[in-house]
């Protein structure tokens, strides 16, 4: 069983409660300063550590599946291991690290947080997260050291660069291209992806002159490199429960109704997803899909109270 971490509840500062099943997606929609942000933050906070204060939130109860068995073989599979002295096994991945002791006890006690283990089930994606993602990382042996860039995983995964280049090319009319033989770094380039001549492959020295014939996208706007950054993480992250502020950051309206098709379509079955948008078009995406495991939340807030509630049908389109 691949071990899981959710939202089963948030208890907002008005001591309203709203429940959540393990495979929602979440649209948390409100006027500015109603408290969207701090709620995905609390989500991020609590889950290492129950207790962290929130003015938002007054309480959080999260469920988990899975046995300390399922945990260790799960993160052998999604984690680069890293021998230390004493026989200890660090688990390493996106700049994230456990030991495997410190895992198996936070795992084993369900009375105790989650703390350094937190972040390999629950990502909240900031927008300068996003931006950077699009940076070109430095380059890594792929066998044996752990990937710390979401670039990182296209050196694994030819399959995974096609299926975000296809959802790129949706929105902007352009390939994404990883550049696998550019030295000490592994840029990212857009434009019409160049064609192997016969006897070329994509490491060959002709076909690289092509490439690199095209832009780097760290060069480009704010949109396309936040686009970029959200396909990434939610293609890329293992993680059970992700949390995304203001996707529609940088993003002209038809970017963002795709994007939020996207994110419907892509997010895995197994994953919990909150999105906190001031964006009708990212709602009116999300909607498009048509899927049940879409809900929304708005949350307004009176003095400093915060209240919540979910919408029906008949309400959203006057969000």
């Known amino acids: 069983m691949e071990p899981r971490v959710w939202v089963k509840s948030i208890t907002f500062s008005d001591n309203s409660t709203a429940e959540f099943a393990q495979d929602d997606i979440v649209v948390i929609v409100g006027p500015n300063n109603s408290g969207k942000s701090a709620m ?35 993160l052998r599979q999604t984690t680069t291991s890293i021998p230390q002295q004493n026989n200890a096994l660090v688990f390493q991945s996106l700049g994230n690290s456990v030991y495997q002791m410190n895992a198996t006890a936070y795992w084993g006690n369900l009375g105790r947080p989650l703390s350094e283990l937190a972040p390999f089930f629950c990502r909240l994606l ?30 694994k995964n030819d399959e995974l660069e096609e299926q975000i280049s296809r959802q790129f090319k949706k929105s902007f009319g352009l390939d994404i291209i990883v550049h696998r033989n550019a030295g000490s770094e592994v840029p990212i380039y857009v434009g019409e992806k160049p064609q192997c001549k016969p006897g070329q492959d994509r490491v060959s020295f002709e076909y690289i002159q092509e490439l690199e014939k095209l832009s780097p996208i760290h060069t480009q706007g704010d949109g396309m ?19 995304i502020d203001e996707p529609e950051a940088f993003l002209h309206p038809p970017q963002a109704r795709h994007l939020g ?38 949350i307004r807030r009176s003095g400093t109270v915060n209240i919540a509630r979910e919408l029906k049908n008949s309400e959203i389109i006057s969000v």
Request: glycine share 6%.
């Open 261 to 298: 098709s996207v994110l419907v379509s892509e997010v895995r079955g197994s994953q919990q997803l909150f999105l906190a948008t001031h964006s009708g078009d990212v709602l009116r995406g999300v909607l498009d899909t048509e899927s049940p495991r879409v809900r929304v939340l708005r």
């Open 225 to 243: 490199r936040s686009f970029l950054g959200i396909l990434l993480f939610t293609m890329v992250g293992h993680e059970s429960i992700l949390l």
């Open 40 to 74: 995905m933050r609390a989500v991020r906070d609590k889950c290492a550590v129950l207790s962290t204060p929130n003015p938002v939130v007054n309480g959080i109860d999260f469920g988990r599946e899975g046995s300390t068995e399922d945990l260790i073989e799960w």
């Open 126 to 155: 900031s927008a300068e997260e996003r931006l950077q993602a699009a940076n070109p990382p430095p380059n890594i042996a792929i066998t044996h050291q752990a990937p710390t860039h979401p670039i990182h995983y296209f050196l």
